[in-house]
C-alpha cells in the first residue's frame, strides 16, 4: 500500500518584535546583543542565540567562524553547549536567535542551520521536555513551540535502537 503523508506546524508571527511578551523580549534582547560579538570576517553574517533556562538564568552564545571551514560553531550550538556544560541540570525551555550584517540586524526571522536543528532536537530528546525557539528579524518574529516542528523525521537515538536515560 502507498500513501501519500503531509507534513505541516502552526507558529505565531507578530509584526513587531515588540508585541512578543515580556519573558520572550528579555531572550530577544539578549540574542541581538551578543549577536554583536559574533566573530564572522568571512561572511559577514553575525549571529547570536540566547538560551532561557528553567530557573530563569540566561545563557548566550554566538557563531564564531574559523578560516578552516567548517571548523567553526553556530550560535546555537555555542549557547546550548555553554548551556550543558555550565548548567547541566537546569534544563532549557526556549532559545531566540537573532542574526546582522552589516547593515543591521536581518528584516527576516533567521532560522537554524541543519546542524543546530539537530543539536537542538538532541536536547529536546535529552532533558524529555519542548524547547519554545523565538526567531527574530528586524521587523518580526516568530515563536514556534518545539524543534520537531522544524524538523519532523529527525534523526535521533531511537534510529540507533539505544536506550538512555
Same mark, same amino acid.
Given at each position: !500500500?502507498?500513501?501519500?503523508?503531509?507534513? %505541516? +506546524?502552526?507558529?505565531?508571527?507578530?509584526?513587531?518584535?515588540?508585541? =512578543?511578551?515580556?519573558?520572550? !523580549?528579555?531572550?530577544?534582547? /539578549?540574542?541581538?546583543?551578543?549577536?554583536?560579538? %559574533?566573530?564572522?570576517?568571512?561572511?559577514? +553574517?553575525?549571529?547570536? /542565540? #540566547? =538560551?532561557?533556562?528553567?530557573?530563569? =538564568?540566561? =545563557?548566550?552564545?554566538?557563531?564564531?567562524?574559523? #578560516?578552516?571551514? @567548517? $571548523?567553526?560553531?553556530?550560535?546555537?550550538? $555555542? /549557547?546550548?553547549?555553554?548551556?550543558? &556544560?555550565?548548567?547541566?541540570?537546569?534544563?532549557?525551555?526556549?532559545?531566540?536567535? %537573532? /542574526? !546582522? *550584517?552589516?547593515?543591521? +540586524? *536581518?528584516?527576516? $526571522? @533567521? &532560522?537554524?542551520?541543519?546542524?543546530?536543528?539537530?543539536?537542538?532536537?538532541?536536547?529536546?530528546?535529552?532533558?524529555?521536555?519542548?524547547?519554545?525557539?523565538?526567531?527574530s528579524g528586524k521587523n518580526k518574529t516568530l515563536i514556534i513551540e518545539s524543534i520537531s516542528d522544524l524538523l519532523p523525521?529527525? +534523526?535521533?537515538?531511537?534510529?540507533?535502537?539505544?536506550?538512555?536515560?
Amino acid at each position: !500500500m502507498i500513501r501519500t503523508n503531509n507534513i %505541516a +506546524f502552526s507558529y505565531t508571527e507578530y509584526e513587531k518584535t515588540e508585541e =512578543v511578551n515580556k519573558n520572550d !523580549m528579555e531572550l530577544v534582547i /539578549a540574542a541581538r546583543e551578543i549577536a554583536c560579538n %559574533a566573530y564572522a570576517p568571512y561572511s559577514k +553574517f553575525r549571529v547570536g /542565540a #540566547a =538560551v532561557r533556562l528553567g530557573s530563569g =538564568v540566561i =545563557v548566550r552564545g554566538a557563531n564564531i567562524e574559523n #578560516a578552516a571551514f @567548517p $571548523s567553526g560553531i553556530c550560535a546555537e550550538r $555555542s /549557547a546550548l553547549s555553554n548551556s550543558i &556544560s555550565n548548567h547541566h541540570e537546569d534544563k532549557p525551555i526556549a532559545i531566540a536567535i %537573532a /542574526a !546582522m *550584517t552589516e547593515n543591521g +540586524f *536581518t528584516d527576516d $526571522s @533567521p &532560522s537554524p542551520c541543519g546542524s543546530c536543528r539537530q543539536v537542538i532536537a538532541e536536547e529536546e530528546l535529552r532533558i524529555g521536555t519542548k524547547i519554545r525557539i523565538i526567531l527574530s528579524g528586524k521587523n518580526k518574529t516568530l515563536i514556534i513551540e518545539s524543534i520537531s516542528d522544524l524538523l519532523p523525521l529527525q +534523526f535521533n537515538r531511537k534510529n540507533l535502537k539505544i536506550n538512555l536515560p
